[in-house]
């Protein structure tokens, strides 16, 4: 994408309200097998960063030399990427009828993404 839409986007990709420790420790819990979650001797649960589909955090692991991240799965963020898809999708389609044309092909990049994720 050029530039230009890349900064004004930004935000929504980089500074997302994060996911309380008591969720994240939930996700962990869930989604880890137990022998993965006794090798974790420390989790920092405020993450480093946090996006519109995950957040990481900081951990250690027993036997790992230095920091390990982990990337936590925002609940819900299946449902608004195909939420958000189609609303791109829908959009696009819009604005091609319009014959408002973008400089890049939207629609394929839009499609190649969705099949991507």
Avoid at 15 to 27: D, L, N, Y
Avoid at 56 to 75: A, C, F, N, Q, S
Wanted: one cysteine or more; charged letters at 25%; a neutral charge.
């Amino acid at each position: 994408m050029p530039k230009q839409y890349i900064r004004k986007l930004a935000f929504v990709f980089e500074s997302c309200e994060p996911v309380s420790p008591t969720e994240v420790r939930r996700i962990i819990d869930s989604n880890m097998s137990s022998s993965i979650r006794k090798q974790l001797s420390n989790v920092d649960y405020s993450p480093i960063a946090s996006a519109t589909i995950a957040q990481v955090h900081r951990g250690t692991m027993v036997g790992v030399e230095g920091d390990i991240v982990l990337k936590i799965k925002r609940p819900g963020s299946e449902n608004l990427m195909k939420l958000d898809m189609s609303n791109m999708l829908l959009v696009s389609k819009i604005l091609d009828s319009l014959n408002i044309r973008l400089p890049f092909d939207h629609i394929s990049v839009l499609l190649e993404y969705q099949n991507e994720v």
